[in-house]
């Protein structure tokens, strides 16, 4: 190399390198086009060498190395043998032997493994096995610096195999990538991990302190040694989709299990091996540096499954053997923060892995076992609780909750059969968790930062949400215990109630100190997390499934009253005395203990209501207020009214007090009714509370067999008239809408048509009334501004969606017939309001709402009106903001969300082309179809659509979805769109493949595929849509060659390029010829000439299954293009 | 001061105040709010307590209606707030006057002349398409006194 050159890039080194005020920002763009021209070098290998030799500048060095690693990768193929074998030999030789920094050092590592791992395609690993050689040689006679460099090397290596789909950059297709893999796993992981192991156990036989390069070396080897403990093992039958995902996933830190052969049967069960691993972590344990890594071989090991456990026996061995050495550890220490993770980890590992033998251990190891993680958990429980006030580290919270779920897998297990191991650490996990979240002196609950923390935004999370998962498994010891846990619920409940009551009466008569409020913040947030802790023990999540009694409670109800300790009497007794707030009295010891519970959170609910009345509202509790809310929604859905077929057994107090027919439940229904009630009068300025309150009521009156008795209460009345007779926008946003849905949802259960309708003619013809009222007013025209009728139309408008909201296959029929001459006035209506955005978009929202909840059960006729009508609304929509220019502030942000209703809206009158529920289905053909209600629809808000809203993303994903979900269904339609919007389409198809995410792009991709597909299957040659759609070809073969497509889509891509070679293969190769010409390089173009004709050999342009092997064959096309044709 | 007493006046044409109260917690995003004694449109509403077990209070910010500068207000959601009457009519643009007054014609055939052309983009537009000969359509918006053309739309064969 000459002299000039280098100094040429030495200097470049030095101003890139310099402080930014001595140099200028050009001459900083110069020297690094000076690096971005010589990393283009062809063949630089003996440039680099030379460069290494005598260069002063590591920079330059550095930089010598990615200029070696970008070649090989590109020139890998035409390189002979013997120089690549000379220059690995070379660049191993000046690593040992050069002191250069860290930097250049791991530069040339990752260019000497990507060498062993391209060399080892073709030789199968033989000169890897040299490799390794050399690197056991540096253990035996180097000094720690070469045994660190060897791990080092080592390391490199590991990486270069272990991700498989995202690495392209080698220049090999995926196969060859994975086959590597396989073949590094199968020759030469198990010998890096022997030794490793072998090496640690020399060093960890001299007594700690450590000096620091042995603590050095030990990091490198542990690391290594947690690597292949976290290595994603894979069944080769995996397709690459799902290897892709599942590295994603190990890339992002969640180690998979350590899933091993029969092969490794001989390292990991040798008998001196978990010992060892256990004493590694017991010797590093006081080093952070150390102990992570060690930790997370012991979490690994603990995951120990596949072949390698195919023998009963192996797996027995091991496993009690894993606990011995585990319990040695948990017992000797007290356990640190930071490693309680590891061990809660640990824990579940072998729950997840082992819990079938678990159980089946000696029973005393199986009982101290038990005895240690009940001991763990209530010290995670109480470590986290003061976690949560000091500091802000969450390590025992994290850990508590992974040994909750560790708890989860082996309650499943033990219930399975029987045994007295469990109770006692249920009730002492429950006790314990209970005593942290109460007040002193029945807890121990610090006081926390959240109660008198200035200012709580109503969008975190709740206690509920936040520590629901908790909340789920504590609830599950509390049913393992019934007996210990409902006492003490009830206790607690009924000893704050009291003192509530008492703290009321006291402020009725004087003023509230400071002290005073402290007091009463404290038994609201007991009673809070009491109510939240006792919901969870009755009633179990759902989740979709019809909520039930659970059956351990049943059982307990049952054997309580069996027993005389329980009668239905004293329990109906108690439920009916809750109001009764004056009362002190004690509550009868003979009540069902369930009963109890609730009948105590209805007192809660009777004293906040009757504060409300006597004006003492404002010392209440929203958030307590929330939790009953929950709780009765919880409770009511479970145990008021149970079908009793549902149950086995069923408990005569529990059935005999809210069963159907029962004044029990006919009271309680009125309670929560009346309670409802109550919130929506007196709490109307806490929209969150209301929310919740609304959520009850509409979640209970949601299941059938609880409305059928709900519709005959008193209470439901009440609510109905006392809601009417609440003036338009008094109420908070969304709440009318919600008791009007739980309104119509209350009436599904009605059998016979003509209670339907006198039903539904109570509830709904108030409301058309009041809409013909105000439209039908003389000066309608002239007083449509004014306030106070724009307010009455918006809380109809409320009304209306709430309605839609509502209805079901049952009901439709009859709410269509009101809904349907309301919704035909809408057009007009909305013309006239165009100028006031709430109403528009409530407008566009009901619209909204009936195609999503009401249209897909609608017979032809009213679907037809319900397009009509939905027709005039786009039209008018369109009509009104066509040309239009605004200066408001945040014009463009309205647009925005107006155009995501009426995308919304055109989104769900599509889905009744592919999912129609109409009862006549059968008997009448559908005249019009929701797609072209959709695209007509689409035409008229084209226009709208600007570039600048459509970088939105809600809106953007929205328009898109739409456009290809159409396309799926009736490419016929697409293509026989006019002209003019054809393109306007395509043209929108093109922005959305060039200008935004992927998520967008592989719509797009879709929808052209499916376009194309269309095209071709119908031999469309003369239609416009054949024309418009040739240039897709062109860009989206760019896109891919440019890699402006990123690699995750290629697949997409490829199937799209498939389709669209079969539609235009002239222009295809019109297409290749050009591409080939273009090259300078005559070696170049040849090649690029070969790919092309690999890329084609054998597939036939049919355009239906052969695109796999298209895929597959453009899949090495990319790999092996990329390389030349993209010299990066 | 001479503004204020037109407000006066103006407003007091139907006896009615510029404003009216509204309970904080019924307000709703994308409806009007008086802030700092200002008109605006509510763009963002959420609501807060103070401590776990404190009462609502609402968060709301607003864009002034005619100047566009940005308000926020925080207030227990018991509290009334004011409400601004805001009204918005469409005008058909028949004139442009020498000294930049605009005649407009509204639906019902009455005829006024006393709003200027707006200052900055609507203004411009306004001139370019009433000089391209355009039909033209002006949104004039109206509250707590003032008054002032805020969006133009030029009518299509489409339209009406």
Not at chain 1, 843 to 856: E, M, R, S
Request: aromatic share 8%.
């Amino acid at each position: 190399m000459e002299k000039q050159a280098l100094a040429a890039l030495e200097s470049a080194a030095n101003i890139i390198l310099a402080p930014p005020n001595l140099v200028s920002n050009e001459q900083r763009h110069n020297a690094e086009g000076v690096f971005l021209g010589f990393r283009k070098s062809k063949c630089p290998y003996a440039v680099c060498r030379q460069i290494l030799e005598t260069s002063n500048s590591d920079y330059v060095k550095f930089e010598a190395a990615e200029v070696l690693k970008c070649a090989l990768i590109r020139e890998w193929t035409f390189l002979q043998e013997s120089d690549i074998l000379s220059l690995r030999q070379y660049l191993l030789h000046y690593i040992i032997s050069r002191d250069i920094p860290a930097f250049v050092q791991d530069k040339l590592l990752q260019v000497l493994a990507i060498m062993v791992k391209r060399g080892s395609v073709e030789d199968f690993g033989q000169d890897r096995g040299n490799i390794l050689n050399d690197v056991e040689a540096l253990f035996i006679n180097g000094d720690s610096a070469k045994q660190i460099l060897g791990c080092k090397l080592i390391t490199n290596l590991m990486q270069e195999y272990a991700i498989t789909v995202k690495s392209t950059d080698v220049g090999l297709s995926w196969e060859v990538h994975y086959k590597a893999k396989m073949n590094f796993e199968a020759v030469d992981l198990k010998r890096i991990f022997q030794f490793c192991v072998q090496v640690i156990s020399e060093i960890i036989k001299s007594d700690t302190p450590f000096g620091d390069n042995v603590n050095n070396l030990l990091k490198h080897l542990l690391t290594i040694i947690e690597s292949i403990l976290s290595w994603g093992f894979m069944a080769s039958s995996l397709p690459k989709k799902l290897i892709g995902l599942y590295e994603m996933v190990q890339r992002a830190d969640h180690a998979p299990s350590l899933r091993l052969g029969m092969q490794w049967k001989s390292i990991m069960f040798a008998p001196q091996f978990l010992p060892l691993m256990f004493q590694i972590y017991w010797k590093v344990r006081d080093n952070d540096q150390l102990s992570h890594h060690a930790m997370t071989c012991l979490v690994q090991l603990a995951s120990l499954n596949g072949g390698i456990m195919a023998e009963h026996t192996d797996k027995m061995l091991y496993i009690g053997a894993f606990m011995e050495n585990f319990l040695k550890l948990i017992t000797s220490v007290t356990i640190k923060s930071k490693e309680s993770l590891g061990i809660s980890q640990i824990t579940k590992n072998i729950h997840l892995h082992f819990v079938h033998d678990v159980i089946a251990l000696p029973k005393a190891l199986q009982e101290s076992y038990i005895d240690d993680l009940t001991r763990l958990t209530c010290c995670f429980i109480e470590g986290a609780a003061t976690e949560e006030v000091d500091c802000d580290e969450k390590c025992y919270m994290d850990s508590f909750e992974i040994m909750l779920e560790s708890w989860a897998l082996l309650i499943q297990e033990y219930r399975q059969v029987t045994n007295d191991f469990l109770g006692q650490a249920a009730t002492c996990i429950f006790n314990t968790y209970l005593k942290c979240h109460l007040s002193s002196p029945d807890g121990s609950r610090k006081q926390g930062t959240d109660l008198e923390v200035e200012e709580i935004e109503d969008d975190e999370d709740n206690d509920r949400t936040k520590f629901k998962d908790q909340l789920q498994t504590i609830g599950l010891f509390g049913r393992i215990v019934p007996d210990q846990a409902l006492p003490i619920l009830y206790k607690l409940l009924e000893d704050r109630t009291n003192k509530l009551r008492s703290h009321l009466h006291t402020m009725q008569s004087q003023a509230m100190s400071i002290n005073d409020s402290v007091t009463l913040d404290n038994i609201f947030e007991d009673i809070h997390w009491t109510v939240l802790i006792a919901g969870h023990t009755l009633c179990m999540d759902s989740d979709g499934e019809t909520p039930t009694i659970p059956s351990d409670l049943m059982r307990y109800s049952m054997d309580m009253n069996a027993k005389g300790l329980t009668n239905l009497d004293e329990s109906l007794k108690v439920m009916a005395s809750v109001q009764q707030l004056g009362n002190d009295a004690e509550c009868s010891p003979l009540c069902d203990h369930a009963v109890r519970i609730f009948a105590d959170v209805l007192k809660l609910c009777a004293i906040e209501s009757s504060a409300a009345e006597v004006k003492l509202g404002h010392f209440m509790s929203p958030e307590v207020s929330c939790t009953l809310m929950w709780f009765l929604k919880r409770w009511s859905l479970s145990y008021l009214l149970p079908t009793e077929s549902f149950y086995q057994e069923i408990s005569p107090v529990l059935i005999g007090a809210l069963g159907k027919d029962t004044e029990g439940a006919n009271f309680v229904m009125n309670f929560v009714l009346a309670k409802i009630q109550s919130n929506i009068c007196y709490y109307n300025s806490e929209p969150i509370l209301l929310r919740d309150t609304v959520e009850l009521f509409s979640d209970v009156v949601g299941i059938k067999s609880k409305s059928l008795y709900i519709v005959k209460t008193e209470g439901l009345w009440n609510l109905i008239n006392l809601q009417s007779k609440l003036q338009a926008g008094m109420l908070p946003v969304n709440i009318r809408r919600g008791l009007y849905k739980g309104f119509v949802l209350a009436g599904t259960a009605l059998k016979k048509d003509d209670e339907a309708v006198q039903y539904y003619d109570q509830i709904l013809k108030p409301v058309q009334q009041r809409f013909k009222g105000v439209l039908c007013q003389e000066n309608f025209n002239r007083i449509y501004q004014q306030d106070n009728i724009q307010k009455e139309i918006q809380d109809l408008l409320e009304c209306f969606i709430g309605i839609s909201k509502g209805a079901t296959m049952g009901t439709v029929v009859i709410l269509f017939k009101f809904l349907g001459p309301i919704l035909s006035e809408l057009p007009v209506l909305l013309n006239m309001y165009h100028n006031y955005q709430v109403i528009v978009q409530m407008i566009l929202d009901l619209f909204g709402q009936c195609a999503k909840n009401v249209l897909c059960y609608l017979s032809v006729a009213d679907s037809n009106q319900l397009y009509e009508t939905t027709y005039n609304v786009v039209q008018v929509y369109a009509k009104c903001n066509q040309n239009r220019f605004s200066t408001e502030a945040l014009n463009e942000e309205g647009n925005f969300q107006d155009l995501c209703l009426v995308m919304d809206l055109l989104t769900y009158i599509l889905s009744k082309d592919c999912l129609d529920l109409n009862p006549l289905i059968n008997q009448e053909e559908p005249t019009v179809a929701a797609s072209d209600v959709a695209l007509y629809g689409l035409r008229f808000i084209m226009p709208l659509m600007t570039l600048d809203l459509l970088k939105y993303p809600a809106l953007c994903h929205q328009y898109y979805g739409l456009l290809t979900l159409i396309n799926d269904i009736y490419p016929e339609k697409v293509c026989a769109l006019p002209e003019d919007m054809l393109r306007k389409l395509l043209t929108s198809v093109e922005i959305g493949l060039t200008q935004f995410t992927a998520d967008v792009a592989q719509p797009c991709l879709d929808f052209v595929a499916g376009l194309a597909t269309h095209i071709f299957k119908h031999s469309m040659k003369q239609s416009a849509a054949y024309q418009a759609l040739m240039p897709f070809l062109k860009l989206i073969m760019d896109l891919t060659l440019s890699q402006q497509i990123c690699t995750d889509m290629v697949a997409t891509a490829s199937l799209c390029i498939y389709t669209l070679i079969c539609c235009y293969s002239e222009q295809y190769q019109m297409l290749v010829q050009n591409m080939i010409q273009m090259q300078t390089d005559p070696a170049v173009a040849e090649r690029l000439a070969t790919e092309f004709n690999r890329l084609m050999a054998n597939v036939p342009l049919t355009c239906d299954r052969h695109k796999l092997k298209f895929r597959d064959q453009f899949d090495k096309f990319i790999c092996n293009v990329h390389g030349f044709l993209l010299v990066k | 001061m001479a503004d204020m007493e037109d407000t006066h006046f103006e407003t007091g044409d139907s006896g009615a105040s510029a404003t009216f109260p509204m309970q904080c917690s019924a307000l709703r995003k994308n409806g009007f709010v008086m802030l700092k004694a200002r008109p605006c449109k509510i763009v963002e509403m959420s609501t807060s307590k103070t401590g776990k077990h404190g009462h609502a209070k609402v968060h709301l910010v607003g864009i002034d209606i005619f100047s566009g500068k940005k308000y926020e207000d925080i207030c227990p959601s018991t509290h009334n707030m004011d409400v601004p009457h805001v009204k918005r009519e469409d005008y058909q643009l028949t004139d442009i006057s020498d000294d930049g007054y605009l005649g407009l014609m509204a639906d019902n055939g009455d005829l006024r002349e006393d709003l200027k052309i707006p200052d900055g983009d609507v203004g411009a537009q306004l001139r370019t398409d009433y000089n391209a000969g355009k039909d033209i359509l002006c949104t004039v918006l109206k509250s707590c006194g003032e008054e002032v053309v805020i969006a133009v739309k030029t009518n299509t064969a489409l339209d009406k």
